[in-house]
């Protein structure tokens, strides 16, 4: 690993996969493509460890001579591929931007690295990595008694962002079989942590209860996701770059699993421990029920067991431990949120979001 293609890398987690490498990894160069959608920002990428080995290109990986040309140019040797539309519910309202981006992005990639790996040879075959960040939504949803998902379980999505990421994911299998094209696919679970965009659940609650804003849970609140502290999520990645089968799938979750509701709670009373003079306490006064996601997944879990034998990984934080830091960090980071939330985007998505399930904001 030498000459690193990152894409998305201005979003949440591939900023701080950046971060994280930058620090881990002391001679390569990081090329980060992303297009600076609502979800990215240059916010995310300020104060980098070892800021001269990175490169930022704006740009659309659907744009297949210019991967291309960034592949050559900057003589690439591993794609780490986290660039995707990201948000469920977005893709209920919207999904032509999740086909695109998510599969059609997916491939312009794959065949980019197929034409210069291994048409061109500009890379030794053994010395390339084509590795694929997907979610355990390709599963589909588990009832109470499901034994959690595995490398082997069976694709199920039921959103149109999770079928486009299973669709990419087969993509990405594809290439393998068919091309032998050196790959790996890391399925992760619901990740949280520092600069996620506050659309998601956990900055949405933390930064509405900070403000006295309703605290918008769908439905029953008794949805359960298996929440990863994102740090904890960028060492498997690293450990399956450096470690990882060729050909191999590995699972990564955070081994927790809150309803969304026992997540709320506790989120506010962290916020309660560190603002006791906020008029809003107790946040949780603030917790409201809003019309439910349609076709909204009951349960997420993952087993784990595969990249812990293998690879020696397990996540480091748990629950409670990861939302003090994540929390910590919002309350410390207000001109970072200031800066997310002065983007039209971002109050156009509450209104539109919010406003048919109740008008909460
Ligand atoms: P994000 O929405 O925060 O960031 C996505 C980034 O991709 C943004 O910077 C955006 O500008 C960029 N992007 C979007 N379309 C692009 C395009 N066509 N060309 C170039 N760049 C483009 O997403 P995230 O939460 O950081 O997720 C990263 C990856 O991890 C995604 O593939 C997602 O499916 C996967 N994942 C995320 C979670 C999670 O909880 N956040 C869980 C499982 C899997
Ligand atoms: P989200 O962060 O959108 O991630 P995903 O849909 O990928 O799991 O949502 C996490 C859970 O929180 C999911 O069950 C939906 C629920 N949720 C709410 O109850 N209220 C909200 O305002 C949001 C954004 C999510």
Not at 74 to 99: C, M, N, W, Y
Not at 102 to 119: K, P
Not at 121 to 141: A, L, M, N, Y
Not at 189 to 216: T, V
Request: proline share 6%.
């Amino acid at each position: 690993m030498r000459n690193v293609l990152i894409t998305g890398g201005a979003g949440f987690i591939g900023s701080n996969f950046i971060r994280y490498i930058l620090e881990k990894e002391s001679d390569l160069q990081i090329i980060n493509l992303d297009a600076l959608t609502y979800a990215g920002s240059l916010e995310n990428l300020k104060n980098l460890p070892d800021e001269e080995r990175h490169t930022f290109i704006k740009g659309d990986i659907c744009d297949h001579s210019l991967v291309e040309d960034i592949m050559r140019r900057h003589h690439i040797d591993t794609i780490v591929h986290f660039a995707a539309e990201s948000h469920v519910d977005r893709s209920i309202l919207g999904p032509a931007k999740f086909i695109q981006t998510n599969v059609f992005g997916t491939f312009s990639l794959l065949d980019a690295a197929r034409q210069v790996w291994l048409g061109e040879g500009v890379q030794p075959s053994e010395k390339v990595r084509f590795h694929h960040i997907s979610t355990d939504e390709v599963f589909g949803s588990l009832s109470p008694d499901d034994p959690p998902f595995s490398e082997t379980t069976s694709y199920a999505p039921n959103s149109p962002y999770a079928a486009s990421k299973a669709a990419s994911d087969h993509l990405v299998r594809t290439y393998a079989h068919t091309y032998d094209l050196p790959i790996t696919i890391t399925n992760c679970s619901n990740n949280y942590g520092p600069y996620q965009f506050p659309e998601k659940l956990i900055p949405l609650m933390i930064l509405n209860a900070m403000q006295g804003l309703p605290l918008p849970i769908y439905g029953d609140g008794l949805q359960v996701r298996d929440w990863l502290y994102v740090e904890d999520h960028c060492e498997a990645i690293h450990f399956v770059l450096k470690q990882g089968r060729l050909g191999q799938t590995y699972n990564i979750g955070g081994d927790n699993q809150p309803t969304n509701l026992e997540l709320v709670r506790q989120l506010c009373s962290i916020l309660d421990e560190h603002l006791p003079q906020s008029p809003y306490t107790p946040h949780e006064g603030f917790i409201t029920f809003v019309t439910d996601r349609p076709g909204h997944d009951r349960r997420y879990a993952m087993d784990i067991r595969k990249i812990q034998h293998e690879l020696d990984w397990s996540p480091r934080e748990d629950l409670a431990s990861g939302l003090h830091k994540t929390v910590l960090w919002y309350l410390e980071n207000i001109d970072w949120v200031d800066s997310i939330r002065a983007g039209s985007e971002y109050s156009e998505w509450l209104e539109c979001n919010y406003e048919r399930r109740g008008g909460v904001n």
